[in-house]
């Protein structure tokens, strides 16, 4: 009977990984593909001859790198300000007591549940009156703190860092901004490893904001980019899913590094635990 229950679960396993990694085959495979034989019938389940025209095709059309280093450069600068700026909330929301502690948590939780999309008028306004609009950071500075990266460094400070810790480090002398940074960020680090990758991929995805606030070409990012390639009667989706390839691949990549580091923090708490 055990066995059989093993069977079944690398079955299920097996169909899970199967059914979560053809979109990115069926991805490379349209990418190497004309949009006449995307659109074939039976649909063609192999790779083909054109990746390397379509590529080619892609960055004839777009500014690709120049779009691509746009997009790293605001997405790593919203990153690391989101890891410093939420990690230091959630830190002091976990653990120290300050008068409305209770009360700014409840309204923090509650901007998680209002809609983005109705913040992007009076959000537009707010940058035009800084003068910020068209520039990065109109897209960096108001995307330097999230409410889920406060709850998430939250619950998980909650639980893992010892209070029992921190008090021997006041003992010791400790300050406020010492604890947090010599003995709170080595504990966090698996939360900050999915903190840092929830947010990356977040801002790189981003196509609504840069599109309403940016108006200059030479700034715009991957996603604003890549919707250029979008005809206005016709639309070659070859080139357009092979520039869509490009856009993934360092995603995929950064993915691999950072989950990589996630699971080795896991596994050395479990250790030291």
Same mark, same amino acid.
């Given at each position: ?61 777009i500014d690709f790198f120049g779009a691509f280093w746009n997009t790293l450069f605001v997405a790593s600068a919203c990153t690391l300000l989101v890891l410093f700026f939420d990690s230091l909330a959630g830190f002091t929301f976990a653990k120290f007591n300050f008068p409305g502690k209770k009360w700014l948590f409840v309204l923090l939780l509650a901007t998680m549940m209002v809609p983005a999309q109705l913040s992007l008028v009076p959000s537009f306004v707010i940058m035009a009156e800084f003068g910020w609009v068209g520039t990065y950071k109109a ?32 003992? @010791? ?14 504990? &966090?680090?698996? %939360? *900050? #490893?999915? =903190? ?9 995805? @981003? ?14 990012? &991957?996603?604003? %980019? *890549? #919707?250029? =390639? ?25 993915? &691999? ?17």
């Open positions: 009977m055990l066995k059989w229950k093993s069977i079944l679960l690398h079955l299920g396993l097996i169909a899970g990984l199967i059914m979560s990694i053809f979109p990115f085959y069926w991805l490379l495979v349209m990418a190497t593909r004309t949009t006449s034989e995307i659109y074939s019938f039976p649909p063609k389940l192999w790779f083909g001859p054109h990746l390397f025209d379509n590529i080619a095709r892609v960055l004839s059309s897209l960096i500075i108001p995307g330097m703190v999230n409410a889920f990266g406060i709850f998430w460094i939250r619950q998980y400070a909650q639980e893992s860092v010892p209070s029992e810790l921190l008090d021997a480090g006041k003992i @010791d002398g400790c300050g406020f901004f010492r604890l947090y940074w010599n003995i709170s960020l080595p504990i &966090l680090r698996p %939360a *900050l #490893s999915f =903190l840092a990758a929830f947010t990356f991929i977040g801002v790189w995805n @981003d196509y609504l904001w840069p599109l309403i606030i940016l108006n200059d070409e030479n700034k715009f990012t &991957l996603q604003v %980019a *890549l #919707s250029s =390639l979008n005809g206005i009667y016709t639309t070659d989706y070859s080139m357009v899913i092979a520039g869509t390839l490009l856009a993934v691949i360092p995603l995929i990549v950064m993915f &691999l590094f950072i989950s990589k580091q996630f699971i080795s923090d896991i596994a050395a708490g479990a250790i030291k635990s």
